[in-house]
């Protein structure tokens, strides 16, 4: 009789041992149109650990009825503002009694507390939450590329949450003539989600100054982030290279034949008189000197209109580099 006595005892002690123990926040930031989450871990004396049991959540300090959140034996009991925004993340099998509320609404700030409810056996309250809803002010973030003319870009935008509830939807806005692709994932670190849309063009420089818009859509409410288009030329160099190469050949034909004309008329006039030859070399070097300082007026002023021409706004953003011309002129004389 003692040591059954002694027996139960034990059992009793065991049992009572697991304490009734709830993890919940103190304080939880909800924002207005999005979901909110009151992560919940709870947990009971283990010889209740097979038995059936129910989920309520009170919007509330006390057992008021009229102020139930959710209920997972029976929806029909929430509260009409409730119903159908609300569910649990987890199962309350595992211990998981985390609170999802969808669609937050100015309403729902205030206490909230879970209680558990066994079909045969004690029920039990754990710990009051706080929620505080404000404007939804959250904006996407967009990842900056370097944009090159021609040239295949991809321009990440990505959103995270907390909250497992209803998936916000990200979009891009793009100007009619900037065609392009949109890809969408979803990846999961601890408890930050993070939703991340790509968008996937081949910018030319016409597009340069546009902007690109994505934006965030929960079921009431949403924001947007802007980018602006800074589209580089491939090489803001290399049609000036080849300019210059065009030149400089078409200088030195044309100082070749000023040379040859100078030439052939100095031979025509004879010989025989030195004073008219040294007129004639004269003019002759007077000619060559002035038809080389035309050829290379004429060239300068080829070299700044076309300059002038790809400096116009479509190309704007391109650096030309008008030393280059200088530099080549120095090699060539």
């Given at each position: 009789?003692?040591?059954?006595?002694?027996?139960?005892?034990?059992?009793?002690?065991?049992?009572?041992?697991?304490?009734?123990k709830?993890?919940?926040?103190?304080?939880?930031?909800?924002?207005?149109?999005?979901?909110?989450?009151?992560?919940?871990?709870?947990?009971?004396?283990s010889?209740?650990?097979?038995?059936p049991?129910?989920?309520?959540?009170?919007?509330?300090?006390t057992?008021?009825?009229?102020?139930?959140?959710?209920?997972?034996?029976?929806?029909?009991?929430?509260?009409?503002?409730?119903?159908?925004?609300?569910?649990?993340?987890?199962?309350?099998?595992?211990?998981?009694?985390?609170?999802?509320?969808?669609?937050?609404?100015?309403e729902?700030?205030?206490?909230?507390?879970?209680r558990?409810?066994?079909?045969?056996?004690?029920?039990?309250?754990?710990?009051?939450?706080?929620?505080?809803?404000?404007?939804?002010?959250?904006?996407?973030?967009?990842?900056?590329?370097?944009?090159i003319?021609?040239?295949?870009?991809?321009?990440?935008?990505?959103?995270?949450?907390?909250?497992?509830?209803?998936?916000?939807?990200?979009?891009?806005?793009?100007?009619?003539?900037?065609?392009?692709?949109?890809?969408?994932?979803?990846?999961q670190?601890?408890?930050?989600?993070t939703?991340?849309?790509?968008?996937?063009?081949?910018?030319?420089?016409?597009?340069?100054?546009?902007?690109?818009?994505?934006?965030?859509?929960?079921?009431?409410?949403?924001?947007?982030?802007?980018?602006?288009?800074?589209?580089?030329?491939?090489?803001?160099?290399q049609?000036?290279?080849?300019?210059?190469?065009?030149?400089?050949?078409?200088?030195?034909?044309?100082i070749?034949?000023?040379?040859?004309?100078?030439?052939?008329?100095?031979?025509s006039?004879g010989?025989?008189?030195?004073?008219?030859?040294?007129?004639?070399?004269?003019?002759?070097?007077?000619?060559?000197?002035?038809?080389?300082?035309?050829?290379?007026?004429?060239?300068?002023?080829?070299?700044?209109?076309?300059?002038?021409?790809?400096?116009?706004?479509?190309?704007?953003?391109?650096?030309?580099?008008?030393?280059?011309s200088?530099?080549?002129?120095?090699?060539?004389?």
């Open positions: 009789m003692i040591g059954k006595s002694y027996f139960l005892l034990s059992l009793l002690q065991v049992g009572l041992s697991q304490d009734w709830g993890d919940t926040p103190r304080e939880v930031t909800a924002f207005e149109g999005s979901c909110v989450q009151i992560p919940c871990h709870y947990s009971y004396p010889h209740l650990a097979n038995q049991r129910g989920g309520v959540w009170f919007n509330s300090k057992l008021d009825v009229s102020s139930i959140a959710f209920h997972s034996r029976n929806h029909i009991f929430e509260a009409v503002q409730f119903r159908h925004r609300t569910r649990l993340s987890g199962n309350l099998k595992d211990g998981n009694c985390s609170l999802i509320i969808n669609n937050v609404r100015r729902d700030a205030g206490p909230y507390f879970f558990v409810e066994f079909h045969k056996g004690p029920n039990h309250n754990y710990p009051v939450t706080q929620i505080h809803v404000f404007d939804f002010t959250d904006k996407p973030t967009i990842f900056p590329a370097e944009i003319a021609g040239k295949r870009v991809d321009i990440s935008c990505t959103f995270n949450t907390t909250c497992n509830g209803t998936a916000p939807v990200l979009t891009w806005d793009t100007p009619t003539d900037v065609p392009g692709s949109v890809s969408n994932t979803v990846t670190h601890g408890v930050t989600l939703y991340t849309s790509v968008l996937t063009l081949i910018p030319s420089l016409k597009h340069h100054g546009h902007n690109l818009t994505c934006r965030v859509r929960s079921p009431s409410v949403s924001s947007k982030r802007i980018f602006t288009l800074i589209v580089q030329c491939r090489d803001s160099n049609w000036i290279t080849g300019l210059l190469g065009a030149g400089i050949t078409s200088c030195i034909g044309l070749g034949f000023i040379i040859y004309k100078c030439v052939r008329k100095g031979s006039t010989r025989g008189h030195s004073a008219q030859a040294e007129q004639v070399s004269s003019y002759s070097q007077g000619r060559q000197l002035d038809g080389s300082r035309r050829g290379d007026s004429k060239w300068e002023m080829k070299l700044n209109r076309i300059i002038n021409e790809y400096q116009g706004p479509t190309y704007e953003n391109c650096v030309f580099d008008r030393s280059l200088h530099q080549k002129s120095k090699q060539f004389f």
